[in-house]
């Protein structure tokens, strides 16, 4: 990460592809990240009503829906899914450039591979991973509202008073906070699993594997960490 920051200095190669890498990771994200989030906002509703029938009122389903989306299940459900994409992805490409010596065009070109393959990756998923997370936020509450009013005997102001009943501001930030690590550990340990590879092509497959499963477990830790930090 030093390396990385010092390397920040090279504004003119690492700003062009930056642009290009928050497309690929963050924009062709979403359709994965909607997807968790849709079907956690459908299970929630489902087993919060069942959780609640007879002991609770039932518009505390908004209250679960609302706190535990926002605040847990779409940071790490979605971080977790983008530790498999987003991680993989870049370990593998990487890897593969390194086992195939272009990581050593770029130096013989006097080009700094930091700023040209690293900065712009993990520029792009400390950016875009909260965006993601944020609509997979909405999506998630939004699939928990729909399922509550069509599948459950809970009306939309109900469902709304349940919801605002112990939200705070600090519900959303919290949870893309959490977020912008993931993005940045997911895209700092890809990238270094990916130029510390060596031994072909059987090497680009370990160093792939390596990053998905230590990114995933880097993502358990931060959610621990930030979980006593700021609450």
Do not use: C, H
């Not at 998630?140 to 509202?145: A, E, I, L, N, P």
């Not at 069509?150 to 102001?157: G, H, Y």
């Amino acid at each position: 990460m030093f390396d990385v920051l010092r390397s920040m200095r090279d504004m003119d190669v690492w700003v062009p592809r930056t642009v290009v890498q928050m497309r690929r990771l963050g924009v062709q994200s979403v359709p994965i990240a909607l997807f968790i989030a849709t079907f956690t906002g459908i299970v929630l509703a489902l087993l919060s009503s069942y959780s609640f029938s007879g002991a609770v009122p039932l518009y505390f389903v908004g209250t679960l829906i609302g706190k535990t989306i926002m605040m847990e299940l779409a940071p790490v459900l979605t971080g977790l899914a983008l530790a498999g994409r987003i991680g993989a992805n870049i370990a593998a490409e990487l890897g593969t450039m390194r086992v195939t010596e272009q990581v050593d065009a770029l130096e013989t070109l006097a080009f700094n591979p930091l700023s040209f393959l690293v900065v712009p990756r993990v520029l792009a998923a400390t950016v875009m991973v909260p965006l993601v997370v944020a609509l997979a936020m909405a999506v998630g509450v939004t699939s928990g509202w729909i399922t509550a009013i069509s599948l459950l005997d809970l009306t939309t102001p109900e469902f709304l008073k349940g919801l605002r009943l112990f939200y705070e501001f600090k519900d959303i930030w919290f949870g893309l906070v959490k977020s912008a690590s993931f993005g940045l550990g997911i895209a700092a340990i890809g990238s270094f699993k990916g130029l510390r590879t060596g031994g072909g092509a059987e090497g680009v497959g370990r160093a792939t594997t390596e990053a998905v499963v230590i990114s995933a477990s880097m993502i358990l830790v931060l959610d621990a960490f930030w979980a006593v930090i700021l609450l």
